[in-house]
């Protein structure tokens, strides 16, 4: 069954320094999204992709954030410069023709900022 | 401001028993509404609700939703000690889903 792939699976980072989380998205998927779940508290929307662009992004997903689908296969999540809240586990889901299709969630990965 | 409500936020329960669970929504421009089944990692596709008043329905577990009154439930029967886990709601607004802080089913032998 085709699925979501997300690496690392655990990222460790210092304060400050740039991350390039990676996904892989469900191959025929055509919306991708971003999220974020801080331990022990809800998963935020960070931001939807498609046609190669932002459909929509959240009041979380800042200059600092971006995002690129470099080769028609990866689907990356960019954080220029990390800060101790952005420790988190970050997943990546996709779904298909309609915007209302389930989506798909990576297995994600965490995020740890020192 | 969008909002998606759950409760119970946790509920202890023993094998067998049937559990409801709630989520509530306050979202503009509403298409769809998900559940999903959070154990370790992964949120984990249960259901997906367009429509008032259809059953949705997997094995043990269904789900409705009501448009009118902006809730869904979703029911499981006979549960197992595998259905322990964090149970979530997420409503759709064309390119981009809120999730409910979840409920955390304990189910016990």
């Known amino acids: 069954e085709p699925e979501v792939t997300q690496t690392p699976s655990h990222q460790v980072t210092q304060m400050g320094q740039e991350v390039i989380l990676r996904c892989v998205p469900i191959?025929?998927?055509?919306?991708f999204y971003w999220y974020r779940q801080i331990l022990g508290q809800k998963v935020e929307f960070l931001v939807s992709f498609y046609n190669n662009e932002i459909s929509e992004k959240s009041e979380i997903f800042d200059d600092q954030f971006s995002v690129e689908r470099p080769d028609g296969s990866n689907f990356t999540l960019k954080i220029r410069s990390t800060k101790l809240e952005d420790s988190a586990m970050y997943f990546c889901?996709?779904?298909?023709?309609?915007?209302?299709?389930?989506?798909?969630f990576g297995p994600g990965t965490r995020l740890t900022v020192l | 401001e969008d909002k998606v409500v759950q409760s119970p936020l946790s509920l202890v329960v023993h094998e067998g028993d049937t559990v409801t669970l709630n989520c509530s929504y306050e979202?503009?421009?509403?298409?769809?509404l998900l559940w999903y089944k959070q154990e370790k990692k992964a949120p984990t596709f249960l259901f997906m609700l367009t429509s008032s008043g259809i059953e949705k329905k997997s094995g043990r577990l269904s789900s409705i939703l009501d448009k009118k009154e902006l809730f869904s439930i979703l029911n499981i029967t006979a549960t197992q000690t595998g259905d322990s886990a964090v149970y979530l709601c997420a409503v759709g607004n064309f390119n981009k889903f809120y999730f409910g802080s979840g409920t955390k089913l304990n189910v016990k032998p």
């Open positions: 191959s025929n998927h055509l919306y």
């Open positions: 889901a996709s779904s298909g023709l309609e915007r209302t299709d389930t989506q798909y």
């Open positions: 979202v503009t421009n509403f298409r769809s």
